[in-house]
């Protein structure tokens, strides 16, 4: 029953929203930032649904990610989760994390060649395994494709949520408001 509800009242949005059965504003913030058409078509939002109702188990390529994907049952959803692993795994500052998160927003060969080395390296001088290192690089590269960050995802999910509140417990007065 979300229509008229800020970000949330696509009928692709709904149906997702039917399926993930919100509970918590953490999940509205993630569907926010999930429902664009890399994670949609990359079955993301489906393992996010699955993990969330215990049908599947979240997956961590590293332990040393489950801290950081936790709340997203191990789905990359938001760009600073890009910058935690980068930090965690390859040591980078929150600098060079930052970097690496604005290179991939914009997907130059040269640059993404450059910290895909820097990641690598840094990964091996902490002992992860290059191939797991690797993979993990490409799961941030394809996650670029439509990195949201957290806080932005927040601030519209919290007021969709009090548009939500509105509706249900003022339905007059939104509807007036809404038309």
């Known amino acids: ?14 149906e997702i929203l039917r399926k993930a ?31 969330k109702a215990g049908r599947s188990e979240a997956k961590y390529e590293l332990p040393q990610l489950a801290p950081i994907l936790a709340d997203t049952y191990g789905v990359i959803a938001y760009q600073e989760q890009v910058m935690r692993i980068a930090a965690v795994l390859a040591g980078f500052t929150m600098g060079q994390s930052d ?20 990641f690598l390296e840094g990964a091996r001088a902490n002992g992860v395994n290059e191939k797991k290192a690797a993979k993990i690089f490409e799961l ?29 417990n003022y339905p007059k007065h939104f509807a007036a408001a809404l038309l």
């Open 1 to 14: 029953q979300t229509y008229g509800i800020f970000q949330f009242e696509s009928s692709g949005m709904r």
């Open 21 to 51: 059965k919100p509970q918590r504003l953490d999940d509205l913030i993630a569907m926010n930032a999930l429902y664009r058409p890399g994670p949609l078509k990359g079955g993301m939002v489906d393992d996010f649904i699955n993990r």
């Open 99 to 118: 970097v690496l998160r604005k290179a991939m927003g914009k997907k130059d060969p040269r640059v993404m060649a450059k910290q895909r080395e820097a």
């Open 140 to 168: 941030l590269e394809f996650f670029a494709g439509y990195g949201f960050n957290k806080s932005h995802s927040t601030a519209y999910a919290y007021l969709a949520y009090q548009t939500a509140y509105l509706k249900a």
